[in-house]
């Protein structure tokens, strides 16, 4: 986690370093720092909190420097502290270092430099980086230094690197973590991120594993770690740099769920043929045999895109001659699952370069499983780790609770759900046609419970100081309920369980009272009955209901305390229609209690380590 960024340019490298730091502050958040070189002198700052403690501190230092480096941290080694914070320097401060990452066998070099003579200032692994490029490095040549102190480590990676001798050069190299470079006019960028960029540049050139970089003012160097040097094209950008601003909104996390119907309606749109109910897909071409010979699929993913699978598993399962299972990506690497090239291994993610999936997918190649990456971030790890990539279209993310990324991510599901059935036979375009004609009517669906937004802070008004809740669903809306439970806990750090219904008299029962209010998710669409008796459940405790559902009736209004009414569709739509009020509930009740949304304690954007 945390956010890397590099600069060698003409502009005033410190602000333009501050701004870039806000945009990387969803990944990390607990200290920050700079680095910068005005001649042969390097500055450095840095502080524990947020970015704009650390633009308190140097706001009256004056700087001409036109080259430096940022650093957001989400500590993982030592305390969120000013001297953990990046950069971290070598014994005579002349080498400056900041990293994203974890490196692994840190403490015996640690020690080795300490016996060495080396003076360390922090607790954290980063700082041997510093030490080594020291030992190896001669005056001359930053990139052969940082190149072989690299060598020895292991672990995962993005840094950039400073030094007073090379006052024109910012050294970057990346392992596992994610790290794009930007080329603008004299003068180029590094960042852990494309919507950092986008603000300075559109064309960008993407690092893979085991590469490094030299960037100087009218160019960048690029070589592997055998020092080769490695053209690559670079490629152009789309995303406008304005949709990633806030645009008016209080905050990111309600941008994005008002831009759901957009980014659903893009994340299906050329994807599929209204009159025929085909589903054109041409990204996934090279692997139509491999689809064709497939015995078994595996969705594999974290948290929410977790989420988005398990609401695949149940739909899919519908159509679907073959077996699917979905497993989180943390424990499918390692529970040594039987793969092979009949093994269908589908990884879903934002993000695109969450450690625990992508060494799912890393598992899975190895042992001959095609894989299909279903990916927001254009260009990200796992796009490159992957035989195809499905993107998903929300635009740039950067709320830390995922929300328009999960309703993409269900539409992208439900596409390849087609797809692949299509595909093998198992349903002919006729039976989709009328599924396809039902999503295309998502966006306008999606609009119409946004305008309800009112009623649901209302509600969120009466319940924002109660510290349990349980969210239950079934069958397709189990997933929802996890995820309406995880998004209440994520911003406004209140205690909540989400259960598959049925499972509530197996345990959760015990902790109804009349204090605890349970949301219960209910559609006409499948076990109606069932959950309408859960229902009756909590109440017969004095439990308090709030019901969300699309078959309004006399029963259900006469067991419930409060209602919101979800407008009808298809089973392809209703996990989808269904999150949406969950989203403005956790949403309005985390404003209340006056949390940090974007930036939810403890948490970042994409999770880089395992
Ligand atoms: C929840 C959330 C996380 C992510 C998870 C996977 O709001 O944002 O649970 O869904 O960390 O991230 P990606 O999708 O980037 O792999």
Redesign the pocket.
């Known amino acids: 986690m945390c956010g890397i960024v590099g600069y060698v340019g003409q502009r005033p490298a410190k602000e333009l370093l501050l701004e870039a730091l806000k945009h990387l502050e969803y990944r990390g958040y607990d200290s920050a720092g700079i680095a910068l070189l005005e001649g042969n002198q390097l500055f450095l700052a840095k502080r524990a909190g947020k970015v704009s403690e650390l633009a308190e501190l140097v706001s009256k230092k004056s700087s001409q420097a036109t080259v430096g480096l940022g650093h957001t941290r989400w500590a993982t080694h030592g305390p969120p502290t000013d001297s953990n914070a990046h950069p971290h320097c070598d014994c005579h401060q002349k080498i400056a270092v900041i990293h994203n990452g974890i490196i692994e066998n840190y403490l015996p070099f640690k020690e080795e430099l300490q016996a060495r003579g080396h003076l360390f200032r922090s607790q954290t692994d980063s700082e041997v980086i510093a030490h080594l490029i020291e030992e190896h490095y001669d005056g001359t040549n930053l990139l052969e230094a940082v190149k072989r102190a690299l060598h020895p480590l292991r672990g995962a990676y993005a840094i950039a690197v400073l030094a007073a001798d090379s006052p024109d050069e910012v050294v970057v190299a990346r392992q596992g973590s994610p790290l794009v470079l930007g080329l603008g006019q004299n003068e180029n960028f590094a960042a852990s991120d494309i919507p950092t960029l986008l603000a300075f540049t559109k064309t960008v050139v993407f690092l893979n594993d085991g590469e490094l970089a030299v960037l100087r003012r009218h160019g960048v160097e690029l070589v592997d770690r055998e020092g080769r040097q490695i053209y690559r094209e670079p490629q152009q950008i789309e995303w406008n740099a304005v949709t990633a601003y806030k645009q008016g909104y209080k905050h990111f996390m309600l941008k994005e769920i008002h831009e759901q119907p957009l980014a659903f309606a893009n994340t299906l749109q050329n994807r599929y043929e209204l009159g025929t109910g085909r589903i054109i897909l041409p990204e996934l071409h090279t692997l139509t045999d491999k689809i064709h010979q497939v015995q078994m699929v595996y969705l594999t ?5 977790y989420y988005a699978g398990l609401v695949a598993k149940y739909l899919w399962r519908e159509f679907f001659k073959i077996p699917i299972a979905v497993e989180l990506a943390s424990e499918f690497r390692y529970s040594k699952p039987y793969l092979d090239e009949h093994t269908l291994v589908i990884a ?7 450690a625990d ?1 992508l060494g799912a997918v890393r598992e899975a190649r190895a042992r001959g499983a095609p894989v299909i990456a279903i990916v927001n971030v254009a260009g990200a790890t796992l796009t490159r780790e992957s035989d195809a990539t499905l993107y998903t279209h929300a635009g740039p993310e950067i709320s ?3 929300t328009k ?1 999960f309703v993409a991510q269900l539409a992208a599901l439900n596409l390849l759900g087609f797809f692949i059935a299509q595909q093998r036979g198992w349903l002919s375009t006729g039976q989709t046609r009328p599924a396809i004609e039902s999503m295309a009517r998502g966006p306008t669906l999606i609009e119409q419970l946004l305008q309800k937004e009112h009623e649901i802070a209302r509600l969120a008004q009466i319940f924002y100081e109660k510290e349990h809740f349980l969210f239950l669903g079934r069958d397709l809306l189990y997933p929802i309920a996890l995820e309406g439970a ?2 209440l806990k ?1 911003i406004s750090y209140i205690h909540a369980e989400g259960y598959a219904a049925g499972e509530l008299k197996h345990g959760p029962i015990a902790l109804i009272d009349a204090q605890m209010p349970t949301v219960v998710l209910v559609t006409k669409e499948s076990v109606y009955e069932k959950v309408f008796s859960n229902i009756e459940e909590v109440k017969a405790r004095r439990g308090i209901v709030i019901t969300v559902t699309d078959s309004l009736n006399r029963e259900i209004e006469h067991v419930s305390d409060f209602i919101i009414e979800i407008p009808q569709s298809s089973r392809w739509l209703v996990p989808i229609l269904f999150v949406v009020p969950l989203q403005l509930f956790a949403y309005h009740i985390a404003d209340l209690r006056g949390t940090d949304i974007d930036q939810p304690r403890n948490l970042a954007k ?2 880089t380590v395992e």
């Open positions: 993913a974290m948290g929410t895109a879903i993610s934002q993000s695109g370069e969450t999936t830390v609770a995922s990324a995880l998004k994520e994409s999770v």
